[in-house]
């Protein structure tokens, strides 16, 4: 999978997306990850790229030519599935637009600042637009990494046996359950003897059961959701 990143701040982008298990998709060539300044764009030497809103109001708009040309010029040479937009006002990322999204195989995504974008470059470029939260980040790189995380790490070959994404919280619209490791007893804290049973079967259905308690608990919402 290809995915390219245009933003005005590159930086934001760069270590999120090169270590752990994101180095490991990038060095195996599963996840191609190329990020574009939109500076490179900009309508002057000065590097502009932003100006003041039309009918007044505090904040600058990003203007619509450099984002049209760099779309363009990077659509020239590979044919996205999705232009996306990290906004606030989009509709909530989730691990079902994850799975969606890691079976595209060119994704293009673009990172607004200060006030957003100019809304005619919303209308006739941009695919799909997607939150992270219902709150307000000061640009759209911290949730474009949050993206390209949850979603390269879907990708086959990215996970192994031992990080495998199955079990993971959500993929079933059930929070993981709890683990544990050495010490067996940890300050007169016990592991639940169940996981020393060496029986998979019961250790399954008690996995299941604490995942399902956990759900019903904590985040009883999911429990109504569905793919
Ligand atoms: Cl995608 N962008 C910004 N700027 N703020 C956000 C967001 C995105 N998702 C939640 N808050």
Redesign the pocket.
């Given at each position: 999978m290809r995915i390219d990143i245009l933003t005005v701040v590159p930086e934001l982008l760069e270590s999120p997306l090169s270590h752990s298990i994101m180095k490991r998709a990038r060095t195996k060539g599963l996840l191609e990850v190329n990020i574009h300044h939109l500076r490179d764009w900009a309508v002057n030497e000065y590097g502009q790229v932003d100006d003041y809103q039309y009918g007044g109001g505090a904040g600058m708009v990003m203007m619509p030519e450099p984002l049209a040309n760099a779309i363009e010029a990077l659509s020239a040479k590979t044919r996205y599935d999705e232009i996306i937009?990290?906004?606030?006002d989009?509709p909530p990322?989730n691990q079902s637009t994850a799975n969606q999204l890691s079976l595209k195989e060119n994704l293009l995504i673009i990172?607004?600042?200060y006030k957003?974008i100019d809304e005619r470059i919303r209308q006739h470029f941009i695919t799909m637009d997607?939150?992270?939260?219902?709150?307000?980040?000061?640009?759209?790189e911290?949730?474009?990494a949050v993206?390209v995380d949850a979603v390269g790490r879907l990708l086959p070959g990215v996970l192994n046996d031992e990080t495998s994404a199955l079990f993971d919280s959500f993929q079933d619209n059930l929070l993981a359950p709890p683990v544990y490791t050495r010490p067996a007893d940890f300050r007169g804290l016990k592991v639940p003897d169940i996981l020393l049973s060496g029986d998979p079967r019961k250790i399954e259905e008690w996995r299941h059961d604490q995942s399902v308690q956990r759900t019903a608990d904590r985040r009883p919402d999911l429990h109504q959701s569905s793919d």
């Open positions: 937009y990290m906004t606030p989009g990322f990172c607004g600042h957003g997607i939150s992270i939260g219902d709150y307000v980040l000061s640009g759209g911290l949730a474009a993206v």
